[in-house]
């Protein structure tokens, strides 16, 4: 047993006092000073005693836990640091180790358990510290720290941080994690002030401390980013802060690139930075002059530590492998291991690298994260960029067996794993995708892996939907049980007020789907009893046999192609339906144009505008060849604007045109960093606004240059705010708005003003709408193919229509659903052609397993 005090202590923690009088600690209450916060240290060092022993710190961002962090590494106390808020972690790690002594913050004092008066452990003399592998899991597997280790680090960080006394850095992340750890040793060491606090920053109190404390730096995850998005960051007036740093995940380059530059336009740096636990915080830098020009770069090695790159048997790119004096003396599995000495020299990282022309190092993948499935190496971290690329969040899993995708977001997922499978090569048999609310992450803002694995298990041994009257009474509260662990669920609780968070969430969601069939978007909302309830009517009831519901927006669709091309023929009149259709375009351009990145989603837009103009440019242009009624103009759908003002042939393709405008507009507003910055924030604020400003146009304020139709943008828009609205209250003032500016729009045409108010009242207010299940397939069919039917009818109906009305509309239609597929397939080749080349970056020969 270690007796003797022949260890290395950790210096910034055992000269504390050597601050003086300088702040260390800025709370919302009060402030302690370096010389305040050496005595409580070394009040607690004491009672620690002088023979080194095993401790266990459940730690939080306060003070009673810093102290208890401190005096550990002061007094030579080799120190497992867990998270306050996972005590089956801190059962799990005491079980395995056994320490002498656990301490735990509560209520502004720190609970003191010592389990025996010495210690029944091997020590190694430079043994420190002992983090989790695994985020907070309670694995066994823990990282052995030095005291050189956590020395040599903070070091380097202050060095390319340029951390001064003058400094002040807010907790943002957990001291449990080695990333807000290494935040706190680095200002430590400096003697620099830290603004201690526990706040989340979408808390306005976080930011009101922030300024009051006058704090010069943060930290965050990616997922901070995020978040910083929501509560207007951007516009926030900061005049103390220096720099921000970001580690803990790939930051998206777009996302580096927006904010170097606003912190280029606001005065603060933005620091990228990379690193592992076993590297004890970081290994890379970018600097920050770096950042809009290599914004997908980790930078250059932190002081005192080296790259190489080893090359991967099978692999384009070699395996980054660092060295420095913060690399781990190596892991702990038991308790044994802690008297071991060094195992470790150099850290394999498992990323995959690449060296920069200009100097600084890339990460492409991650070796660890490749599976094999039916004899294909599949990348996981491509799969995800893969569908960042279209606009989709995701975190992928996978093992031999199969690959699982949780995509965060309403989408459609059967879309999606077609596109995907074609992407890398898989057969759809071995891809599963699970559409989730958000991503499930660990307490450091990470995606965790494990959770999106089970979402595979869970669809597989969840039971089958049950048939009419075979299933138990109390399903809905079983799940319910299950996921919360506990048995007095009443009828009246729901998912929100029992506690749930986003990982329960995906894993009660998925059960409920199972057992319910459809999942109502504000399921976890939803009492208990009301989820009972819909179950019992969805085993009933014998409209589900003869209806299927159909998504509205989808039913429009197919009902306005039929009504136009009727009008038009002459079988009926019923017009109005044109309009309903500009203002689904704005419901389905909200709802599939405007999620993902800002980068993404601009390209996924411009390959949107592609899918409209071409076939329209293609079908036009033979029009043109085939009758005297149209020009070039029409052709380059510029007729709208360089047309005649009387009504000719010329304008059958206003509606086309107009669209085409409305969204190349959109895409070119939104492609604007702030303005794209002011839509995430306000989602619903955006459109309405916009619709203010489309009103000028539609009251003739403004003359747009449009001579004809009547202007249309605010239809667009309005169903952009629809799609928006999730509330009564919201669906209330868009359903308002509807109803005071309809009326008069088509100056006295009452039946078209009625049928544009009754589409947008139906968009606003119902998601879905029964269809007879003999016409579901037609309905559908008829809405994909609608803009080539409006296309093509021009040119079908007039040689049927005086022998037979209804033929000339059923042959437009027919022409319109065969222009589709024809454009569907051509799609189809030129998809496949630019997923070839992915497909053969995966499909490189691999090594023959023996």
């Known amino acids: 047993m270690t007796t003797q005090l022949d260890f290395a202590r950790v210096p910034f923690a055992a000269d504390l006092a050597g601050h003086g009088d300088r702040p260390a600690i800025l709370t919302d209450n009060f402030t302690l000073t370096y010389r305040e916060l050496a005595d409580r240290v070394d009040a607690l060092a004491l009672r620690l005693g002088r023979q080194r022993r095993l401790v266990a710190l459940a730690a939080a961002n306060d003070v009673d836990s810093l102290v208890a962090y401190l005096a550990a590494l002061a007094g030579g106390h080799p120190l497992i640091l867990l998270p306050e808020d996972k005590p089956a972690a801190l059962e799990s790690l005491v079980a395995a180790y056994d320490p002498d002594v656990v301490l735990r913050s509560a209520n502004g004092e720190t609970l ?81 002030g830290l603004v201690l606090t526990g706040l989340s920053v979408v808390d306005p109190c976080f930011w009101e401390l922030f300024r009051t404390r006058e704090a010069t730096a943060f930290a965050a995850v990616p997922y901070t980013f995020e978040l910083l998005e929501r509560v207007g960051f951007a516009e926030m007036d900061l005049p103390a802060l220096r720099y921000v740093t970001q580690a803990g995940g790939r930051l998206a380059p777009e996302r580096v690139r927006d904010y170097a530059d606003l912190g280029h336009r606001k005065g603060w740096d933005l620091f990228v930075m990379y690193g592992q636990t076993e590297a004890t915080a970081r290994m890379a830098y970018l600097p920050p002059a770096l950042a809009a020009e290599h914004p997908g770069a980790i930078g250059v090695p932190v002081p005192g530590g080296a790259f190489r790159i080893d090359p991967v ?87 031999d067996q199969g690959l699982v995708v949780a995509v965060e977001g309403s989408h459609d997922t059967q879309l999606l794993s077609k596109v995907l499978a074609q992407g890398i090569g898989l057969p759809r048999a071995a891809l599963e995708l699970h559409a989730v609310e958000h991503l499930p992450r660990l307490a450091t803002g990470k995606v965790d892996y494990p959770a999106v694995l089970a979402l595979g298990a869970q669809a597989a041994s969840a039971p089958a939907p049950a048939s009419a009257g075979a299933a138990a009474p109390d399903d809905v509260r079983r799940i319910f049980r299950d996921t919360f662990e506990r048995e007095d669920i009443a009828d009246s609780d729901t998912f929100v007020s029992l506690g749930g968070d986003s990982l329960s969430y995906v894993a009660t969601s998925v059960r409920l789907e199972q057992l319910l069939g459809h999942l109502p978007a504000d399921w976890h909302l939803t009492p208990v009893g009301d989820l009972e309830d819909r179950r019992n009517r969805k085993t009933g009831g014998k409209m589900r046999r003869f209806f ?21 023929v002459g079988l009926m009149k019923w017009p109005g339906m044109a309009h309903v259709l500009m203002a689904v375009a704005g419901y389905n351009f909200a709802r599939f144009q405007l999620s993902g990145e800002r980068l993404p989603r601009f390209r996924r837009q411009l390959t949107s505008l592609a899918r409209v103009a071409l076939p329209s440019m293609a079908f036009i242009g033979v029009a043109y060849l085939l009758t005297d009624k149209y020009t070039i103009a029409n052709i380059l759908l510029l007729n709208s604007i360089v047309g005649p003002e009387e009504v000719t042939t010329q304008w059958h393709f206003w509606f086309i045109e107009v669209l085409l405008y409305i969204l190349l507009g959109m895409t070119a507003l939104l492609a604007i960093p702030w303005v794209d910055r002011a839509e995430r924030r306000f989602p619903l604020l955006f459109p309405l606004a916009l619709t203010g400003l489309a009103l000028l146009s539609r009251y003739d304020i403004v003359d747009p240059g449009i001579p004809h139709p009547s202007p249309t943008l605010w239809l667009f828009v309005l169903g952009w705010a629809m799609a928006r609205a999730r509330s009564m209250v919201q669906r209330c003032v868009v359903s308002l708005l509807a109803v005071l500016t309809v009326p008069g729009c088509f100056f006295g045409d009452t039946h078209r003003e009625l049928t544009l108010l009754a589409g947008i009242l139906l968009l606003t207010w119902l998601p879905t709408i029964p269809v007879p299940r003999g016409l579901q397939r037609l309905a559908v069919l008829l809405a994909s193919a609608s803009l080539y039917a409006y296309l093509v009818h021009w040119l079908v109906y007039p040689p049927l229509a005086a022998t037979s009305p209804a033929l000339a509309v059923a042959a437009s239609l027919a022409a319109g659903i065969a222009y589709w597929a024809l454009c569907t397939h051509v799609s189809g080749l030129v998809g496949r052609s630019r997923w070839g080349a992915l497909r053969s970056r995966f499909r490189k020969p691999a090594p023959t397993d023996a």
């Open 112 to 192: 003191f358990e010592e389990r025996r008066a010495g210690t029944r452990h091997e020590l190694h003399p430079d043994l420190a510290l002992l983090l989790s592998t695994s985020g907070s899991t309670g694995s066994p597997k823990l990282v052995r720290l030095s005291a050189a280790n956590l020395q040599a680090n903070a070091e380097s960080i202050a060095e390319y941080l340029g951390i001064g006394p003058a400094d002040r850095a807010a907790t943002t992340l957990p001291m449990s994690y080695c990333y807000g750890l290494s935040v706190i040793n680095s200002h430590l060491l400096r003697g620099a």
């Open 313 to 399: 048997p099978g692999l384009e790119h070699g395996e980054l492998v660092y060295t420095g004096p913060n690399v781990m003396l190596g892991y702990a599995e038991t308790p044994a291991d802690l008297g071991a000495g060094r195992a470790v020299h150099e850290l394999r990282t498992g990323d995959l690298a690449r060296l920069h022309p200009a100097g600084v190092y890339e990460v492409v993948g991650r070796r660890s994260r490749f599976v094999k499935i039916v004899g294909l190496r599949v990348d996981l971290g491509q799969v995800e960029r893969i569908l960042a690329d279209l606009g989709v969040q995701a975190a992928s899993a996978g093992t």
């Open 548 to 568: 299927a519901p159909l998504e509205t927006s989808i039913v429009l669709r197919a009902v306005a192609i039929v009504l136009i091309v009727s009008t038009h």
